[in-house]
Structure formats: C-alpha cells, structure tokens
C-alpha cells in the first residue's frame, strides 16, 4: 500500500469513528430527553410535593429549591406554619419572606410554598397536613408527585456512654417517622403513581454515630423492601445517598445570615430572608432534579460530586 493510499484509507477510518461517535452521543442525548420528565411533558404543572420536614438545613433548601423550579411545595414545620412573629422559627421566617417576594412579582409565576404543622410522630399532625394538602389541590386533583423524607434527628456520643432514650428517640424519629409517612401518604401518591424519597446513610468518619447510623441503615433496609411492596401500585420509592456530607451539616437548625456590620439579617437578590448554612451544592440539587423528574428513576441516587457528570447528561427544565 503506497503512502497517500494510506493516508486516504486513514481519514475515511477517522470520518468513520467521527460519524458513529456523533450518532452515539445523538442517541444517548434522545434516550436522556425521553426519560427525563419536565413540567411542560408531565400532565398539569407545578407539580406538588411534600418536603416533611424544613426545620432542618437540608429541608429548607429543599423546600426553597424546589419552589424556585416551579413545584407547589408543601414544607412541614413541627413548631407549626409560622404566625407571622418574631419568635417564629428561621425556617417559618424564610419561608414567609420566600412567600412575600413572590407575591410581590408582577405576572404568572410558577411554584409556591404551603407551611404546615407537621411531626412524624405524631398521627393527628400527620393527618392534618394529609387534609391540609388536599385543601390546597385544585378541583379535579388528589394526589401528591412526590414525598420527601428529610426529617432527621441526631445524638452524637459514645454507644457506652450514650443514655438509651436517645437510641430511642432518634429510631422513633429517624426510621419510624418515615414508616407513618409513607403509610399516610400512600394515597395520595397512589393517585399520582408518585414517588417516596429518602435519606440513605452518610459515611460516619468520625466516632458517636454508632446509633444514628443504625437507624439510617434501618431506613435503607425499609426502603428496599418498600419499593417491591409498593411497585404494584406505581409508587415509585427512592433512597438519596448523601455519602461524603458531614452528617451534622444536613440537620442542623438554619440560622439566619446577617450583614457585615452584624445589625441587620440579610436578604438575597431576591429579598428573600438568607440564612446558613447550605447543605446542599448546587450538583446535588440538580441530582435531586433528576430523580423528582425521571420518568423511570434508579432506585438510589448518590448526591456525591463524582456523580455530578449526570448534569451533562440530562436536560432539566422545570
């Protein structure tokens, strides 16, 4: 074979390449936008879900993040809804400011947020908020898109120091709480064929988490057999993996965020009430996108950077 031969032979093989890794890409590109589920594909917008707890860090950025998408967010606050005091919670104050700068836009905007009392642990509260959002359903709708377990409660210490009611609580709160969830909200989400949401176990690197771990993978176990029990019905149950976040960040109490001079809370561009801090980046919010709007979501989803090239891969837009 004489040399340009050759070099002919060698761009035609390189065309070749070119052209088969463009229709790959085209392919992968179509099955993302197929499986990926927007508001303007899903059948009526502002989907509603229900954030079980914003009392916590990783509740309200939910609770917030999600409303910016344009969801109808349904954020509960075991202290209550907020009554407009002072001595309402960082989380009801954020939430009301979130309220007030939305109502003050000029035009259609989508996504809102509903404040609600609720505790896992107790029935009467849990059913409350079940009437509460079907109050706040437009005529003709009965369901829920999505439930999202973010109610966590953490003891740190020694398992031979640790006093037992705190194993307890935190198995009361952390594991049992999701059971009466998802047994409250079955129907709702049944109307829907939506989907439950919960926390999976973050690597306890540092020691006193012995217990609290327990009751994570307790939730994952619960979670796993959920899903089969649950798959006749086209509930969808997912579990969030938050491997590689310090387990205290996503739970503890918001504060709010005041200026440089100390004097005044801050507000964002927005004017909505800043608070601290932030549990979750900005990849793991839109991993959390994926899995709400997927039409056939994986069963875990793993909120890690290394997992942050699924963004390149998907198209959200709601």
Partial sequence: ?????????????????????????????????????????????????????????????????????????????????????????????????????????????????????????????????ADIIRAHLPAGEDGLWAVINTTGLIYRGRLDQQDISHWEAMFKTNLVGVLRTSRAFQGLLRNTSGRIITIGPEECTDGGFVAYAATRYAVLGATDALRKELAPTGIKVISLEPKGFHTEDLYVIPKPRKNSEQTEISVDINGCLEYYPKALPSYSLQILDVCLTTRNPKPSYSLAYKYHWLKTLQSITV
């Fill in 1 to 129: 074979m004489d040399e340009q031969t050759a070099f002919v032979l060698a761009l035609q093989i390189l065309a070749l390449f070119s052209i088969a890794g463009a229709l790959l890409l085209y392919l992968i590109c179509k099955i993302q936008k197929t499986d990926s589920v927007t508001l303007e594909n899903i059948p009526g917008a502002s989907k509603p879900i229900l954030v079980t707890c914003a009392d916590n860090a990783i509740g309200l950025q939910i609770s917030i993040h999600l409303a910016n998408r344009g969801f109808r967010v349904f954020s509960g606050l075991k202290e209550g809804a907020g009554t407009g005091s002072s001595e309402d919670s960082v989380a009801a104050r954020v939430i009301r400011s979130w309220q007030k700068n939305r109502e003050s836009q000029n035009g259609i905007v989508r996504g809102s947020i509903v404040a609600l009392p609720l505790d896992v642990n107790r029935e009467d509260l849990i059913h409350e908020a």
